[in-house]
């Protein structure tokens, strides 16, 4: 669809990069590569300002609390997208988890980022364009079931702070707490 631009998929797991490079090679694509790597290491790949764009689309939510750094939207991470992502980058998130959604949200405020879009439910908004109606197959699962596609789009445009990552990490521990309050009156 956009022959002009340059496409690179980073994971770990072997068998998603063989089935995308399969793909290009019998597609004929010549604008895609592919990294087999742990996403912790993905700022050693690229020079700074070399990237324009980065999707993440149906990531593992790490739904628990303990594993909250481990999100792809996760302070952490973003500070190493910083890295390489250029000035006026974006990075979009395409997920089917709400807790997702709504983590990514309360990153982008709390950080005071620049929230570019935000679709709640981009099909049953009819916001599904050329490049948001584009499927990966972990969407066409609906890992989640609550067949509700979420869209994020922002700019890494500031500085993370540190001590910001605590203030995070209280308040979803706040609500992991209520929600498990809540789970306890349901279970009496």
């Known amino acids: 669809m956009y022959p002009e631009g340059n496409f690179i998929g980073m994971d770990i797991k072997g068998n998603r990069i063989w089935k995308g490079a ?16 742990q996403i912790e290491q993905v700022a050693n790949y690229f020079a700074p300002d070399e990237i324009s764009d980065i999707w993440i689309t149906f990531p593992d939510p ?4 303990s594993k ?3 999100r792809l939207t996760h302070p952490r991470f973003l500070r190493l997208y910083q890295q390489f992502l250029a000035q006026k980058g974006r990075v979009h998130l395409k997920t089917d988890s709400p807790d997702l959604y709504n983590f ?9 980022l620049m929230l570019i879009t935000d679709y709640d439910d ?3 908004l009819g916001k599904a364009n050329e490049i948001l109606s584009i499927k990966t197959h972990y ?8 067949q509700k ?4 789009c922002f700019q890494l445009d500031k500085p993370l702070p540190l001590d910001k990552d605590k203030v995070l990490r209280a308040l979803f521990d706040a609500v992991e707490k209520q929600a498990d309050e809540k789970a306890d009156k349901l279970r009496q």
């Open 22 to 37: 399969k793909t290009a090679l019998e597609e004929g694509l010549k604008n895609v590569a592919f990294i087999r790597s």
């Open 62 to 65: 790490q739904l628990r609390s």
């Open 68 to 70: 909250m750094k481990k």
């Open 104 to 112: 990514t949200k309360a990153v982008i405020e709390l950080y005071e």
């Open 122 to 124: 981009i099909y049953g």
């Open 139 to 146: 969407e066409g699962l609906d890992i989640a079931g609550v």
């Open 149 to 152: 596609v979420h869209y994020l």
